[in-house]
């Protein structure tokens, strides 16, 4: 551990819904992430804070955290980055992600932001056995590009945080379960496109989107889910006016 | 918003943007010609062409802003999407009603 080079104050969230924030003094350390001081006050100062946190190395997407009343990845999160002083007597108050139900302290609810990619047929239909020949996808078909524009997600829940239409929509399924459908959609191996277009054309579906892109400006993988949405809004449109969906009010 | 109501209103949206350039390239012609209000009406009266054009902008415009509202209201109003749709068909039938009225009065009389 480097030594430390002065002290910060850092401001976190404690109990649930009903909670307050509360202030610590940690110390101030070269290259430090904002998961180092949220992991410095657990195991120094207060074994009781709850947070989530796995791989530190931005892949595994769990301890995201609205960080200064913005959402973000905390592990790739330098203090000095968002912290504005140098010298680390700036703010920093760091909280549960918004838009979804506190546990405690640090933790969200998922659920909802999980089922959603459920509700969005965000998972694979294949088409083939094992029996049959491996599928050739040319990487550079634009099927395939537009797929692997999108698939580098790592359902951190920054994007579903950040969103003004999660927000004030609640049955919205969010930039990220709409980026994992239009992934899907655009694989070539995929069978399940025409349930798919009819839930995501449904009422809290991509045209529930708004397009401010702040999902696109928040996420830390700087994918672009409005892009994404925007595709499915076309490719639903298509599939609606050719009769092969139809428009649902309720999730179908 | 489902995938009908969004069809619909990009739709109406594509359709009134043509016609609200010829609206605003009218205004501009009016005004610097410096018609009166007698002068436009002898132009419209009796014209298929002018009562064509705003109707059509009347029931587009009467659509396009009743989706907007229904959306609006089901995001941010305590009414559910059930009654956000009844209030904004209200809406959209009393936009209607005032735009053909004033369609007529141009063309009619």
Known sequence: MSEALAELSVSLWRGAAAGRYETYVVPRRESQTVLDVVTFVQRHIDPTLSYRFACRVGVCGSCAMTVNGRPRWTCRTHVSKVVAKADGSGRLEIGPLENLAVIKDLTTDMTPFFEKWQEAKGTFAPTKTRHDAIEQIRPDSAARVAADAAIECINCGVCYAGCDTVRWNAEYFGPAALTRAWTLVNDERDGGNTARLQAVAASGGCHACHSHQSCQELCPQTLNPTAAIAGLKRRTAAAYLKGEIKACETKP | ?109
Request: cysteine-free.
């Open chain 2, 1 to 109: 918003m489902n995938v009908r109501l969004y069809v619909w209103q990009r739709g109406t949206a594509a359709l009134m943007a043509p016609l609200v350039l010829i609206h605003i390239a009218v205004i501009f012609y009016a005004t610097r010609q410096g018609f009166s209000a007698a002068d436009i009406l002898s132009r419209t009266h009796g014209s298929l062409v002018w009562a064509l054009f705003y109707g059509i902008f009347v029931a587009a415009a009467a659509i396009h802003a009743s989706i907007g509202v229904r959306n609006i209201l089901s995001e941010w109003s305590p009414l559910d999407a059930r009654r956000a749709g009844l209030f904004a068909i209200g809406f959209g039938l009393i936009l209607a009603v005032l735009g053909f009225r004033a369609v007529a009065a141009v063309v009619l009389w």
